[in-house]
Each structure stands twice: as structure tokens, then as C-alpha cells.
């Protein structure tokens, strides 16, 4: 193994909206941050999702396998690159509500107290938001808990077609309400990410160093075990040893419980930080299904999405448990989620014979309806060996479905 001579203050572990964010906050402090990342930077062709080549199946998937519970394997949908899962995300940055850091009954179980508030977090939202450029409007949605400021650019302008369908949907006495959506206008793309917001401005300070392709395997603690001193990697085939005094997982909620099981030793024989034997167990994955509305009228398959609807988010009059939030998919040609069902637009064609990928893709409108399931110790990251295992059944069905079936009822695409 290669030991690197220098002494770090700080490692951070992944460049994705957590570790982006922390670099970009800590880079000015001075203190010398090493960025450890498996990925590399995405080309910009990668990063243009207005190619229909987006909907080459699993394009964004690592390559890499993992197992479900039967020990089948699958291709996980996690992008390894500079600014991780925030390169192809939605950019729909919303707050968490009031509500949510309270005991929730669920319909099929209850959701238990934080030990944290809303309050505790909303300087930090607010920061968030302006750092990420946050287009909103504060106020339209009356579940939305208080800000302490605006959202620091106006909403974005509703496409006409959606505009008549919040008008609709008003009149039906619902809050449609401007999907707070992080955007920038300083790329010809317009998503706002993790490396656009947090990784490039930090590599402006000299204090701090990225290395990519640097896969982190492992990490060492001091001889008594309490601190975690040693960040192991692999870097172009070749085992390197890094140092620092502070050492943060940022590599996204699966790779970092695994991280920690997999740096176990003789003190830590289940791994790290796990005494309590939790290290990977509560996994929580919200249900999500989109929704294809065709449409007789033909749109430009390429607008943002800008509408949520969270009238049943706390449940309503006849389900007194929370359903969750509906929002518009954006058009179909742009959005990523469609790139992951290609199935769908087989479906599809059965309703509109003599249409090719692109007219289904222009006479449609997505929604997407998402729940939120339960914390449940049998959700698990394993590691077995060299194998990676996530054991998910889903929960909390019923409240989806309720969601989806009395909002939807012409033709639904699950993709949970
Ligand atoms: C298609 C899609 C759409 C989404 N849309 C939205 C949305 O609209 N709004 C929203 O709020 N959220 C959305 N999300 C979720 C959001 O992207 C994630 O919650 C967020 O990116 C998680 O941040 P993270 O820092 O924990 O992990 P990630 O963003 O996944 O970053 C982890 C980083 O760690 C790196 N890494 C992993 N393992 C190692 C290792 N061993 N060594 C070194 N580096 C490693 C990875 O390469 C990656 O760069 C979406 C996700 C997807 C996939």
C-alpha cells in the first residue's frame, strides 16, 4: 500500500449533494480537505438529457451488481461520477414539513419523533436553496412550513397545457402549487447539481485537493479503535493510505452503511460505529409510480417540471393517514425517470398505434406520485464477502395506492 505523506484536516468520502455541499461550506475555512471520489467528471454529452439517447435502458446505473434478498443479482441505479446521484436527478429540492419531524401515524405503522426539528434545519434549507439557486414561491402550497426567506428566484412559468390543468384542478378546490426546482442559467444545462454548486467553486481554494477515480475500500482506526484515522482507496489499481483528523461518509445512504460493515477488525468485528448493531438496517426507499396521461394535443416533450399537488400529503377526509405528494413528470423527452421504463412506452403504443417513441413521448403528460414507506430494522444493507446485499420488501402499499388510484384512474406504469 502507497501512504500518502500528507496529513489531512479533513477527508470527505463522495461529491454527491452531500459531500458537494459540505465541500463547498468548508472550502474557505482554510483547513486542507482532500475529496476522495470513485467517479470522474461527466462529459457533457453524458450530462445532455434532452438526447433521446437517454432512453437507452439503464444508462445511468453502476457497473456494478448487487443482490436482493433471494440473491438475485441487479444493476443498481447509483451514478458514480463528480456530483454523484445530483447529475441525474430532478432538481426538485422541497422541504421536509413540520409534520414530518413528529410522530407520524402511517397507515401500516408509525413513523417515530427526530430528535431534531424543522427549526433546527431551516437556516440550513435556506442556505441550501440559495447556494443551489431554488426557483419557488413561498406560500402557494399550505403545507408548506415557514421560511425564513424567499426562495431566491421566482417560480418557474407553468408549460400551457399545464397551466389549464392547475386551473382545473383549482377549480376542484385543490392547492396545485410551483415545484420548488434548482436551476442556473450559467450552463446550457439548466439542472443545478452538486459539482455546478459545491465542487467547482471549492477547487477554487487551494486548501483543497480532489482525486477521482478513487474508490475507498476501507477505514482504519487509531490502535485503541475509538477515531477513525485512515482512509484506504484504490486509485488506477494501485492501494493508497490517506490521513486526517476528520474523515466524513458522504457516498449516499447504501455505499456508506457498507463502507462501515466492510472496515471491520478485530475491535469492530460488525463493522464500524456498530455496536448497536444498526449500521445499514431502517433502509427506507419511498414508493414511486409515474403516471402517463395521453393527451390528444401535442406538446414539445421537453418542458420542466413545475407543479406539485400535496392536498392528500397528511391523508384527506376518508384515509386519515398521509398518502404523499403528486407532481408533474415534465416532459417525456427530458425526463430521466422514463429512461429507466422503456417498457412503458410499449404500453403505450397499444393506445396509440402508428405513433414512433418520440409522438407517444409528445402527446403525453407524467405525473409522479410518491409515498413514503416505513423504517423497518429487516431494511437492510448486507455485506457478505464481496457481495452487497439490500433486503426491501416494500410498505405502506395501501396509502400509495389511495394515492394513485382516485387522483389516476386511466393508465398507470409502476415503477417501484
Ligand atoms: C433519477 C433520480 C432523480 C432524483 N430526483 C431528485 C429530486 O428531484 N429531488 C431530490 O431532492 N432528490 C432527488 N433524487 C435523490 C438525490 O439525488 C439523492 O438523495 C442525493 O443525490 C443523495 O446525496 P448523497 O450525497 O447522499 O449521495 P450521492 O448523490 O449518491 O453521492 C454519493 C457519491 O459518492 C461516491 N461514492 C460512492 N461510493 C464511493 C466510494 N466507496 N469511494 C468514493 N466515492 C464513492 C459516488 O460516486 C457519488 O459521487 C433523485 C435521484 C435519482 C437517482
Redesign the pocket.
Known amino acids: 500500500m502507497i501512504i500518502d505523506d500528507q496529513i489531512y484536516d479533513l477527508i470527505i468520502?463522495?461529491?454527491?449533494?452531500?459531500?458537494?455541499t459540505l465541500a463547498y461550506k468548508l472550502a474557505a475555512s482554510g483547513k486542507k480537505i482532500l475529496i476522495?471520489?470513485?467517479?470522474n467528471f461527466m462529459p457533457l454529452e453524458e450530462q445532455n438529457r434532452s438526447n433521446v439517447d437517454i432512453f437507452k435502458r439503464e444508462r445511468?446505473h453502476a457497473p456494478e451488481q448487487w443482490y436482493d434478498s433471494a440473491g438475485e443479482p441487479f444493476s443498481p441505479?447509483?451514478?458514480?461520477?463528480?456530483?454523484?446521484?445530483?447529475k441525474?436527478?430532478?432538481?426538485?429540492?422541497?422541504r421536509f414539513r413540520e409534520q414530518d419531524f413528529e410522530t407520524v401515524n402511517h397507515q401500516s405503522g408509525v413513523s417515530p419523533e427526530w430528535g431534531v426539528k424543522y427549526a433546527d434545519f431551516e437556516p440550513y434549507y435556506t442556505a441550501a436553496e440559495q447556494l443551489y439557486q431554488v426557483h419557488g414561491q413561498v406560500g402557494a402550497d399550505p403545507t408548506e412550513p415557514p421560511h425564513s426567506q424567499h426562495y431566491p428566484f421566482p417560480a418557474v412559468s407553468h408549460e400551457p397545457q399545464i397551466e389549464s390543468i392547475v386551473e382545473g384542478l383549482t377549480q376542484q378546490g385543490l392547492h396545485p402549487a410551483p415545484l420548488p426546482l434548482g436551476l442556473t442559467r450559467q450552463t446550457d444545462d439548466p439542472t443545478n447539481d452538486?459539482e455546478v454548486s459545491g465542487i467547482v467553486p471549492a477547487l477554487k481554494h487551494p486548501n483543497v485537493n480532489l482525486k477521482t477515480g478513487?474508490?475507498?475500500?476501507c477505514l482504519h482506526t487509531n490502535p485503541s479503535g475509538r477515531v477513525v484515522k485512515g482512509v484506504e482507496?484504490e486509485i488506477a489499481g494501485q492501494c493508497y493510505l490517506f490521513l486526517a483528523d476528520l474523515v466524513v461518509l458522504?457516498?449516499?445512504?447504501v455505499?456508506?452503511a457498507a463502507?462501515l460493515l466492510r472496515s471491520s477488525s478485530d475491535r469492530h468485528p460488525n463493522g464500524l460505529a456498530n455496536s448497536s448493531g444498526l449500521v445499514g438496517r431502517n433502509l427506507m426507499k419511498s414508493l414511486m409510480t409515474v403516471v402517463v396521461q395521453l393527451s390528444t394535443k401535442p406538446n414539445s416533450g421537453a418542458f420542466p417540471k413545475t407543479v406539485c399537488v400535496n392536498d392528500f400529503y397528511g391523508g384527506d377526509r376518508d384515509f386519515p393517514y398521509p398518502m404523499g405528494h403528486i407532481q408533474n413528470a415534465g416532459g417525456l423527452l427530458t425526463d430521466?425517470?422514463f429512461a429507466?421504463a422503456p417498457p412503458m412506452f410499449s404500453v403505450l403504443a397499444k393506445f396509440m398505434p402508428g405513433f414512433g417513441l418520440k409522438q407517444l413521448a409528445t402527446h403525453s403528460i407524467g405525473w409522479w406520485a410518491q409515498t413514503e414507506d416505513l423504517p423497518n430494522p429487516d431494511h437492510r444493507v448486507r455485506v457478505e464477502g464481496d457481495k452487497l446485499y439490500i433486503d426491501y420488501t416494500p410498505n405502506n402499499v395501501e396509502a400509495h395506492d389511495r394515492l394513485i388510484y382516485p387522483t389516476f384512474r386511466p393508465l398507470t406504469v409502476t415503477s417501484r
Open positions: 468520502v463522495g461529491t454527491g449533494a452531500g459531500g458537494g476522495l471520489e470513485r467517479g445511468y441505479q447509483m451514478n458514480y461520477a463528480i456530483g454523484g446521484n445530483t441525474i436527478y430532478g432538481a426538485v429540492l422541497t452538486s478513487a474508490k475507498v475500500v482507496a458522504s457516498c449516499g445512504a455505499n456508506s463502507l430521466i425517470i429507466e
